[in-house]
């Protein structure tokens, strides 16, 4: 199967740092499945800035070395929407979350016919069934990785 054709999931920031600067434990199934290349994960311009710029926060308090290697590991493993073939157009109207910072994720997770978003925001749990009847994605905490898992 080629890396285009993988099922693809959407992270948002916070997940992103808990799979590569953190190690979150309750991570582990999602990163073991990304780097095993049984699901791809996918971002745009407007995610990558933010990864970037929250990755540089002094309040991290992680040393440069262990920012560096987390820096490579998101570059490693995900995907630019951009350099993906488009899903199939569903022309919907996406459910607004309440916070304007995270509506980014719901339109890439949309715009790539993810199976998933994965965040611990509870802004964005709590347009879940919305979104999964608007546009068919689930929108999960890490730590349920496994209703994913079970449809790969």
Not at 27 to 39: M, Y
Not at 46 to 64: G, M, N, S, T
Not at 138 to 151: D, E, H, K, Q
Request: hydrophobic fraction near 50%.
């Amino acid at each position: 199967m080629s890396i285009r054709d993988l099922p693809r999931v959407v992270l948002d920031t916070n997940v992103g740092l808990d799979l590569w600067l953190f190690g979150d434990p309750r991570c582990a199934p999602l990163r073991e499945a990304v780097e095993t290349r049984r699901v791809l994960v996918v971002d745009d311009l407007r995610c990558r800035a933010e990864w970037q710029r929250v990755l540089a926060y002094p309040e991290l308090d992680r040393d440069a070395g262990k920012r560096s290697a987390a820096a490579l590991s998101y570059a490693a493993w995900v995907a630019d929407a951009g350099t993906l073939p488009a899903a199939p157009a569903r022309p919907v109207r996406l459910p607004r979350c309440e916070d304007p910072d995270d509506q980014k994720f719901v339109e890439v997770a949309h715009a790539v016919g993810a199976l998933a978003l994965f965040t611990r925001d509870n802004a964005l749990l709590a347009l879940a069934r919305r979104i999964k009847a608007a546009s068919g994605f689930m929108i999960l905490t890490p730590a349920r990785f496994g209703r994913v898992a079970a449809r790969l």
